[in-house]
């Protein structure tokens, strides 16, 4: 409809120019009209304007689609627990313990620490022992074990390695056995009338225990002198043959020692061939070299025995003597 009016609009507009430009005449009279209220256009907005053809929209069937899928959204895999880094193992080493080797041959162990606890065995140069506790004075150890028990060695008889510092004083030390009993003097021998002797010679003094058969001394490369010596009554390998309650005397340039024999005969080196016998045993700890000399004593002090006399040189250190009461 709005081309329709525009057209019209044209046409009168061409008229009334055709008019104004034709020859002069007279004015005619021209009936007066009424006028006609022109109509200027006013823009419709495009979504106003009627369409110049409907359109017939026809139902397109609408193209097919893929149902959807849901896809879910990718999640982070479950996260792994903690593992602890492994620990490679390894060999942990064994706590080291003080030891003890031999460094004597045949030497005695005690069921204490000291000479006056009784023989518990013996053990051999180079025989290493575990150490389990030591004494007081320190000059013991406990060592284990022969013949499955715990025993105790004096200190200088062994070398020692591993943490000895570390070893205690051991909880369980026996109390030290009762001194032997003091023995009844026996009765002196008669004996026949002595022959002077030479005014200058005091008379040579009358023994009731002799000397036994001699015995060489051995060699001992540690610097201990050692007489391990043997009383008797008459025959050392008959039953019953020690004869204890006496004491041995050691003299020498070191001064004097003293033990007690006991009433049982021991062995040293025993099942060898330098097996021998013995029942008091006197160590002199870095004895220097020089004369000595060792006897029998009674519980009064008395000498009542022949003297042995030996010198201690180089590895000449091993001494074997021998008493007989007749």
């Known amino acids: 409809m709005m081309r329709r009016t525009l057209l019209f609009v044209l046409l009168l507009a061409g008229a009334l120019f055709l008019a104004a430009c034709g020859p002069e005449a007279e004015p005619a009279a ?3 009209r009424t006028p006609r209220p022109t109509f200027t256009p006013t823009p419709v907005p ?4 009627p369409a110049e053809q409907p359109t017939v929209a026809v139902a397109q069937p609408a193209a097919p689609t893929d149902t959807p899928v849901v896809v879910a959204a990718p999640t982070d895999p479950p996260a792994e627990a903690p593992t602890d880094t492994p620990v490679i193992p390894t060999d942990t080493p064994a706590p080291q313990e003080a030891k003890a080797v031999i460094n004597s041959p045949a030497v005695n162990v005690r069921s204490g620490p000291g000479t006056e606890y009784g023989l518990a065995g013996t053990a051999e140069r180079g ?3 575990v150490i389990q506790g030591k004494n007081a004075a320190g000059d013991w150890w ?3 074990c022969i013949n499955g028990q715990s025993v105790w060695i004096a200190s200088f008889l062994v070398d020692t390695s591993g943490p000895v510092d570390a070893v205690a004083v051991a909880a369980n030390i026996p109390t030290p056995p009762p001194a032997p009993p003091t023995p009844v003097p026996q009765p002196a021998a008669p004996t026949a009338t002595p022959v002077p002797a030479q005014p200058t010679q005091p008379p040579a003094p009358t023994f009731t225990i002799v000397k036994g058969g001699a015995t ?12 391990f010596g043997a009383l008797c009554k008459q025959d050392c390998y008959a039953p019953n043959a020690a004869l204890g309650g006496f004491r041995m005397v050691v003299e020498g340039p070191h001064g004097r020692s003293e033990q007690v024999f006991e009433g049982v005969i021991l062995r040293g080196d025993p099942m060898l061939e330098s097996e021998f016998i013995y029942n008091a045993k006197v160590e002199v700890m870095g004895a220097p070299p020089g004369n000595y000399k060792t006897y029998v004593i009674d519980s009064g002090g008395n000498q009542v025995s022949e003297a ?3 010198t201690v040189q180089g590895t ?9 009461q007749p």
């Open 316 to 324: 000449t250190r091993t001494f074997l003597p021998r008493w007989i």
């Open 216 to 227: 060489q001394p051995r060699e001992n490369s540690n610097a201990v002198a050692s007489f």
């Open 142 to 144: 406990q060592i284990c």
């Open 46 to 49: 495009a979504a106003a304007q």
């Open 127 to 129: 025989d290493e022992f």
């Open 308 to 310: 042995w006399e030996y």
């Open 30 to 32: 021209v009936p007066t």
